[in-house]
């Protein structure tokens, strides 16, 4: 999936690629999913091809319907009674988001399936909630309800009538709007819900709860004898916190897909958690790689200006993962002043690897040192392909999912701020791996490689020697962060970046800066 089309790729715990939405459930409900929670109309033709190919339909002619809506409503009901919240029981609700927009060729499937699942299941089994943009169009600031009008009427055409109004907006919607909507879209009044703008995505759970969604919900699907008040005090003192932050933190994210920002949400998220443990706010400083380069120097010198201005104004800087050589000379640029000049870096994947080129070329002298994802042909591969499969075919030869990895010195910066235990868990995404050959010449260096997995020769992390804080780590702790739980790594960038590292010795137990 490409990063500029679709934003970030998150990867779960099964090793499942999945959309970055995945990744915010994840979030909001500290939840694990699985990969079978991710339903796409690629998946669903495949298992129906599959079953064809097999004689389960005995020579029928394979249609849209039944068959095609007959496997999505058995995806559904399938993935809905595995327990995904650490408990032995199936949920109470399953939540399914139907992508797209109301009329999509692409979702139409979709949308008949789940008309057929609500008639079979039957009211109080099933809930629709309809989300719909109210714009302000003109300079006399009326909301709008004609898009939302449509597309109601467009759905209720399709055999689906909506329960719930969820209506995105900038402002609140004034009293009339609703009564408009509840009118023309024969919803009643108390279950439209406003979901406009707010300082912090935090507040989103809060207002929901002030607008009494969660009663509409309940009697909707008639849980009222088994479902209690929601628990956000936790959660409101987070969000309200956060409101009251006054001082910053600069960190540089040297990417390549900086162009469309969602391709580091996780990134992002993580290092909002982090600074938030940290009683800060993060301001990131997008820097796009290539422009740290010396050919942008020449060709675009305003552009190179900037971004080292940028750069050489952080408090810390961070690489994260990616693919291809676009880029890679400004990274290598970015983890040399970092090295050179003390600051705080934190690697992630490509920029753990990124690290392990840049010393292998100035403090090593290998100066052909490169990954052989960007050229086969230099005899100093200090990074090389380490295939879980097959190395000829594309397709499921990465290294994903929630892999197991092992301290090799307990003492190290990075098992501290884990809270000290004898190995951690933790997402990876990745192809090439450092090669074990330059590992102890590395070390001689000063970088040293605290973490590795079972087998003792992939490397997960390295740690610089006689550096306030210089990590980098070849899986993806940004996928595990949570709002309460923030991610050691990022924490201990943050940390580092505000001279707080030195309250590490005093955390042995659990993760840093959950509870601070």
């Known amino acids: 999936?490409?990063?500029?089309?679709?934003?970030?790729?998150?990867?779960?715990?099964?090793?499942?690629?999945?959309?970055?939405?995945?990744?915010?459930?994840?979030?909001?409900?500290?939840?694990?999913?699985?990969?079978?929670?991710?339903?796409?109309?690629?998946?669903?033709?495949?298992?129906?091809?599959?079953?064809?190919?097999?004689?389960?339909y005995l020579g029928k002619t394979v249609q849209v319907v039944p068959h095609v809506t007959d496997e999505i409503k058995q995806w559904i009901q399938s993935v809905s009674s595995v327990p995904v919240d650490g408990q032995t029981r199936p949920a109470d609700v399953c939540v399914i988001e139907l992508g797209g927009t109301v009329g999509d060729i692409e979702s139409m499937p979709f949308i008949e399936a789940l008309r057929q699942l609500?008639?079979?299941?039957?009211?109080?089994?099933?809930?629709?909630?309809?989300?719909?943009?109210?714009?302000?169009?003109?300079?006399?600031?009326?909301?709008?309800?004609?898009?939302?009008?449509?597309?109601?009427?467009?759905?209720?055409?399709?055999?689906?009538?909506?329960?719930?109004?969820?209506?995105?907006?900038?402002q609140p919607l004034i009293g009339s709007v609703k009564e408009k909507l509840s009118q023309f879209c024969h919803v009643p009044v108390e279950n439209i819900l406003n979901i406009h703008d707010v300082p912090n995505l935090w507040h989103v759970p809060l207002i929901l709860r002030n607008q009494k969604a969660h009663e509409a919900i309940i009697k909707q699907l008639n849980l009222a004898g088994s479902a209690g008040p929601?628990?956000?005090?936790?959660?409101?003192?987070?969000?309200?916190?956060?409101?009251?932050?006054?001082?910053?933190?600069?960190?540089?994210?040297?990417?390549?897909?900086?162009?469309l920002t969602d391709s580091y949400l996780s990134v992002v998220k993580a290092l909002l958690h982090a600074s938030v443990a940290c009683s800060l706010k993060p301001s990131i400083q997008w820097i796009a790689a290539s422009d740290l380069e010396d050919a942008t120097a020449i060709n675009a010198p305003d552009a190179h200006a900037k971004a080292w201005e940028t750069l050489k104004g952080s408090a810390c800087i961070l690489i994260p993962g990616g693919f291809g050589d676009r880029g890679i000379s400004g990274m290598i640029l970015a983890a040399k002043y970092a090295r050179e000049n003390k600051v705080p870096y934190l690697g992630i994947c490509l920029g753990m690897q990124i690290s392990v080129i840049?010393?292998?070329?100035?403090?090593?002298?290998?100066?052909?040192?490169?990954?052989?994802?960007?050229?086969?042909?230099?005899?100093?591969?200090?990074?090389?392909?380490?295939?879980?499969?097959?190395?000829?075919?594309?397709?499921?030869?990465?290294?994903?999912g929630c892999r197991r990895t092992f301290f090799r010195k307990p003492d190290c910066l990075t098992s501290?701020?884990?809270?000290s235990p004898p190995h951690v868990d933790e997402r990876h995404r990745h192809r090439y791996e450092v090669n074990p050959y330059f590992v102890p010449m590395l070390e001689n260096a000063g970088l040293h490689f605290v973490g590795c997995d079972e087998s003792?020769?992939?490397?997960?992390?390295?740690?610089?020697?006689?550096?306030?804080?210089?990590?980098g780590?070849?899986?993806?702790?940004?996928?595990?962060s949570r709002p309460r739980r923030p991610s050691p790594p990022f924490t201990g960038l943050i940390m580092a970046a505000t001279k707080q590292l030195g309250a590490i010795s005093n955390h042995s137990n659990g993760y840093i800066g959950a509870s601070e």
Not at 25 to 44: A, C, P
Not at 416 to 419: E, F, I, V
Not at 473 to 480: L, M, R, T
Request: proline share 4%; glycine share 8%; aromatic share 8%.
């Open 118 to 170: 609500s008639f079979s299941l039957g009211k109080e089994n099933f809930c629709l909630i309809h989300v719909s943009l109210v714009p302000v169009l003109g300079v006399v600031g009326e909301q709008k309800t004609k898009p939302t009008q449509h597309s109601v009427r467009e759905l209720r055409a399709l055999g689906l009538t909506p329960d719930l109004l969820a209506c995105r907006s900038a």
């Open 358 to 400: 840049e010393i292998s070329r100035h403090v090593l002298g290998l100066e052909d040192a490169d990954s052989e994802e960007f050229n086969k042909d230099v005899p100093n591969r200090v990074v090389m392909y380490m295939p879980e499969v097959s190395k000829t075919h594309m397709g499921n030869t990465m290294r994903l």
């Open 456 to 471: 003792g020769n992939r490397m997960e992390i390295v740690e610089l020697q006689d550096h306030p804080f210089y990590l």
């Open 1 to 56: 999936m490409s990063p500029f089309e679709h934003g970030e790729v998150f990867v779960l715990d099964d090793g499942g690629e999945v959309d970055l939405d995945l990744g915010n459930y994840e979030r909001f409900i500290d939840v694990t999913l699985t990969r079978d929670n991710n339903i796409t109309t690629g998946k669903i033709y495949q298992s129906v091809i599959e079953k064809e190919r097999k004689g389960d």
């Open 473 to 480: 780590v070849q899986f993806h702790p940004e996928f595990k």
């Open 230 to 259: 929601p628990e956000l005090r936790d959660w409101t003192e987070m969000a309200e916190s956060y409101d009251n932050l006054k001082n910053s933190v600069k960190i540089a994210l040297v990417g390549k897909y900086t162009n």
């Open 416 to 419: 501290k701020l884990y809270g």
